[in-house]
């Protein structure tokens, strides 16, 4: 490589003789040139950081929140949260009142829930969500009375 074909930034400093005709290497070139590569390099960095995204928060493994947004935004979730309290009592009184054994009890729950469940599928409805969530409630509700009072027969004799 001539002196003529060297890149004026890239010589050695011996001064204007060798670069041709160019002027020579003044220290305060070389410090405003290596300013200048430090500015370049810190606004590089500034816009590397400024264009990453953010560093998403930790994710918690305790994080229940999923379960009140399913209460609160989903039709299944509503059907839960209001079977208890219609449904299931209702249903809990029809089989206290034809005083159904346990294992029939079951057995008719699981029917009406299979006959309930094949129609919400076809139709679903809001309707058919609420029965086919309150009958398993019901069945638990009933659950504990029908062994209270099967337990009672048992001990009276009866």
Do not use: C
Request: hydrophobic share 45%; net charge neutral.
């Amino acid at each position: 490589m001539t002196s003529d074909d060297t890149p004026w930034w890239s010589h050695d400093g011996k001064g204007a003789a060798d670069l041709g005709g160019v002027g020579g290497d003044r220290p305060e070139d070389r410090e405003a040139l290596t300013d200048a590569a430090a500015d370049l390099r810190y606004a590089a960095e500034y816009m590397r950081d400024a264009m990453t995204p953010p560093v998403p928060p930790k994710e918690s493994n305790w994080d229940f929140s999923w379960i009140t947004k399913w209460f609160k935004y989903s039709d299944n979730g509503a059907a839960v949260k209001w079977a208890p309290f219609t449904v299931g009592p209702a249903w809990t009184i029809f089989l206290l009142s034809q005083r159904f054994p346990i294992q029939t009890a079951f057995g008719i729950t699981f029917l009406a829930f299979v006959i309930i469940g094949g129609w919400h599928l076809r139709v679903e409805r809001k309707a058919t969500r609420l029965l086919t969530w309150g009958l398993p409630i019901g069945l638990l509700y009933y659950t504990p009375i029908a062994i209270v009072f099967g337990l009672a027969k048992f001990l009276v004799g009866g």
